[in-house]
C-alpha cells in the first residue's frame, strides 16, 4: 500500500535488513548460522515465526532453526520432510520472484504430507491482502552458480502488520534468502576446513608418533636394523644402522655407511645375497666384522614404499645366528662322526665313498683320463710325502642349505669335480672322473686309483679283557691319532666300529697303497702307555679298490676280506699284544 511514510518505510526496512545480513557473518559455527539466518527473519524482516529447514546429504529436508516461538520450536525442530513433498510445494502456489507464496485457499492439500508444520487458528481474513493463519511463503536458498543447487528454504508466518509483503518486502526477503545461501555455504566450507584441519593435525600427530614408534624400535631393538637404498647408482647402500648392528659387526654407525652387505658378506655367500628377494626375502649367510672374523646373521628384507614413487627404501631384519650355527654344525658332526675318536663314522665312510663312485662302469680310455687328473694334482704317495691333496672328502659347509637353495641332482658333485651323468651321459658331457683299480696285482702298473685300506687291531680284545674299557677306549683314540698322523690333509680316516678302521685314499698306485699299508702297520706297532702302563697292539691291512661300476658294499667286503687274507697268512707267525 503505497503511502507518504513508504520511503521512510524501506529505509527503515533496509536499516534492519543490513544489521540481521551483517550478523550473518558473525556466527562461528554452521548451527550458529542458521539459527541466526531464522533470528534475522523475526528481527529484521518483520515477521513473528521464521523457520530454516535445510537440505541433509540424502536430499530431504530438516529442520534446523526455528524464530518466534519456543513451543514450534520444541515441536518441530529436528523433523525431516522428503524431498518430494518439498519439490511438490516449491511447484505450487504463486511465484514471486524466487519466492513461492501458497493461499489457503490452496493449501488445504498440503495439510496432510510429511513436511513439518505450525499453524495457529485465527479469523478470516477482512480484506484482500489480510494474512491467513493458513498462508504459506517460502524463501529457497540457492548455492551460488549456473547450477542453483537447492541449500535449504526459509519459511515465514504472520506478518507484524497482518498484510501480505508487498513488492518491497518480497524483494527484502529474496534478498535475505540469498544472503543467508552464502553465509550457509560459508559455514559449511568453515566447517569443512576445521574438520580437515583437526584431521590433518590428527594425522600428523598419528605419523609423528608412528615415526617415533619406528625410530625407537629401530634404534632400540634387540638384533640388527639396517635402512638401505633401493635402485640408482648407490643401490643396498646403507644409509642407517641401529646401535645393535654397529655393536655385532665391530663398527661404528658412520663407517658403516659407507657399505652396502655385499662389501660385508663372505665371499662365498655372495650369491646367497644376491639371490636373495628384495620383498620378503630371507637368507643366512656370513658378514665381516671389524676385526676380520665373520659372524653367521639371519637377513630378512621388507620394502619401505612410497605410494607415488614406489619402492624407496630397503628395511632390513639382522639376526645373529652364530650360536645356533655352531649347534647345527655339532650336531651335523656328531652325526656323522664317531663319539670316542672323532673320526668319521660308518655313515660318513659310506657317505664319502658313494660320491667318488658312479654306478655305470668305466670305459675303456678312462685310465688314461684319469692320469691325466691325477697328474695336475701336487705328488702323490711316497715315503715322507706331506703334499697338498684334493680336499673333497673333507666335512665342509655348504651355506646353500641355509638359504633356502635346493640342491639339484649332481649339483655338488660337479661343485667338488666328481660330477658325473646317469647312465647313458657318457660322451663330451660326462665329466665325471670314474674311479679306476690298478689291474696289475702287486706290481705297480702306473694306474692310480682310489684305495681303500681295511684296517683290523690284532690282540685288542684281549686288551679289553684284561685291563678294561677304559684302556681299550685309550688304545683305541691313540690307534686313531696314528693313524690320522700317518695319512695326508685330504684322506680319510674313518672308524667302521670296534677295533676296525678304514682309511679312503686317493690317486695311488698298487705299489703306494701297499706301502702306506706298511707305514701305518709300522705306526700302530709301537707301544701305548695307559695310565703308567705299556700295552702292544698289532694290524692286519687288507687293500681294495673303490671302482665305478660297484657299490660301496661290494667296495668294503673286497678290502675285508683281503684283510683277513693277510690276517690267515701271517697266522703262523708270533704275534705278542699286551
Known amino acids: 500500500m503505497e503511502t507518504e511514510s513508504e520511503p521512510y518505510v524501506r529505509l527503515s526496512t533496509l536499516r534492519q535488513l543490513h544489521h540481521v545480513v551483517a550478523d550473518l557473518n558473525t556466527a562461528r559455527s554452521l548451527a550458529d548460522t542458521l539459527q541466526t539466518v531464522a533470528d534475522g527473519v523475526v528481527a529484521g524482516l518483520n515477521y513473528e515465526l521464521a523457520c530454516v529447514n535445510l537440505v541433509r546429504p540424502d536430499g530431504d529436508l530438516v529442520v534446523a532453526a526455528f524464530a518466534g516461538s519456543s513451543a514450534a520450536e520444541a515441536l518441530i525442530t529436528g523433523r525431516v520432510g522428503s524431498r518430494a513433498s518439498w519439490e511438490r510445494r516449491l511447484a505450487m502456489g504463486s511465484s514471486w520472484g524466487d ?64 498484510r501480505h509483503p508487498g513488492p518491497w518486502g518480497q524483494e527484502a526477503l529474496q534478498m535475505y534468502a540469498s544472503q543467508s ?247 663330451p658331457y660326462d665329466h665325471h672322473v670314474h674311479a679306476v683299480a690298478p689291474t696289475g696285482g702287486e706290481v705297480d702298473d702306473g694306474t692310480k686309483g682310489l684305495a681303500v685300506l681295511f684296517c683290523d687291531l690284532d690282540g685288542f680284545k684281549s686288551i679289553n679283557d684284561r685291563f678294561g674299557h677304559h684302556t681299550g677306549d685309550a688304545v683305541l683314540i691313540e690307534v686313531a691319532r696314528r693313524l690320522t698322523t700317518g695319512v695326508r690333509d685330504g684322506d680319510t680316516v674313518a672308524r667302521l666300529g670296534g677295533d676296525e678302521f678304514v682309511v679312503l685314499a686317493d690317486g695311488l698306485g698298487a705299489a703306494d697303497a701297499a706301502d702306506l699299508a706298511v707305514r701305518l702297520r709300522n705306526a700302530i706297532i709301537p707301544p701305548i702307555r695307559v695310565d703308567g702302563r705299556a700295552v702292544r697292539v698289532g694290524a692286519s691291512f ?25 690276517k690267515r697268512s701271517r697266522a703262523k707267525v708270533h704275534r705278542r699284544a699286551g
Not at 600428523?204 to 638384533?223: G, I, K
Not at 657299490?551 to 684283510?563: F, I, K, P
Request: hydrophobic share 30%; proline share 6%.
Open 99 to 162: 519466492l513461492r507464496f501458497i493461499p489457503h485457499t490452496e493449501g488445504w492439500v498440503l495439510m496432510e504430507d510429511d513436511v513439518p508444520q505450525w499453524h495457529t487458528d485465527g479469523p478470516a481474513p477482512r480484506f484482500e491482502d489480510e494474512w491467513h493463519p493458513h498462508d504459506r511463503l517460502y524463501a529457497p536458498m540457492y548455492a551460488s552458480g549456473s547450477g542453483r543447487e537447492l541449500l535449504g528454504v526459509i519459511s515465514v508466518d504472520r506478518p507484524r502488520n497482518g
Open 181 to 427: 545461501a552464502i553465509a550457509i555455504s560459508n559455514a559449511r566450507l568453515r566447517s569443512n576446513m576445521q574438520r580437515a584441519l583437526v584431521r590433518l593435525e590428527r594425522e600428523q600427530q598419528a605419523l609423528r608418533a608412528s615415526e617415533e614408534s619406528f625410530r625407537q624400535a629401530f634404534e632400540y631393538a634387540p638384533s640388527g636394523m639396517a635402512i638401505a637404498e633401493m635402485g640408482g647408482d648407490q643401490h643396498g647402500r646403507l644409509l642407517r644402522t641401529n646401535d645393535a648392528l654397529c655393536r655385532l659387526l665391530g663398527r661404528p654407525a658412520s663407517v658403516m655407511r659407507r657399505y652396502s652387505f655385499a662389501d660385508l658378506v663372505h665371499p662365498e655367500d655372495i650369491g646367497t645375497l644376491l639371490r636373495t628377494s628384495a620383498e620378503g626375502g630371507r637368507a643366512e649367510l656370513r658378514l665381516g666384522r671389524r676385526d676380520g672374523t665373520y659372524v653367521w646373521v639371519s637377513l630378512r628384507n621388507s620394502v619401505v614404499a612410497d605410494t607415488a614413487d614406489g619402492p624407496r627404501f630397503l628395511l632390513t631384519h639382522v639376526e645373529d645366528i652364530e650360536e645356533r650355527k655352531r649347534h647345527e654344525l655339532q650336531l651335523a658332526h656328531r652325526a656323522s662322526h664317531d663319539a670316542l675318536t672323532g673320526l668319521p663314522n660308518s655313515a660318513e665312510l659310506r657317505s664319502r665313498l658313494s660320491a667318488r663312485i658312479c654306478e655305470r662302469p668305466s670305459a675303456p680310455g678312462d685310465e688314461a683320463a684319469y692320469g691325466a687328473y691325477d697328474s695336475a694334482r701336487d705328488g702323490g704317495y711316497g715315503p715322507g710325502d706331506g703334499s697338498s691333496y684334493d680336499t673333497s672328502y673333507e666335512t665342509t659347509y655348504d651355506p646353500s642349505y641355509d638359504s633356502g637353495h635346493e640342491p639339484q641332482p649332481y649339483e655338488h658333485e660337479h661343485e667338488h669335480g666328481f660330477g658325473f651323468e646317469p647312465a647313458g651321459g657318457a660322451g
Open 542 to 566: 687288507g687293500i681294495g679298490w673303490a671302482e665305478c661300476g660297484m657299490t660301496v658294499e661290494e667296495v668294503l667286503n673286497s678290502a675285508d676280506q683281503r684283510m683277513y687274507v693277510e
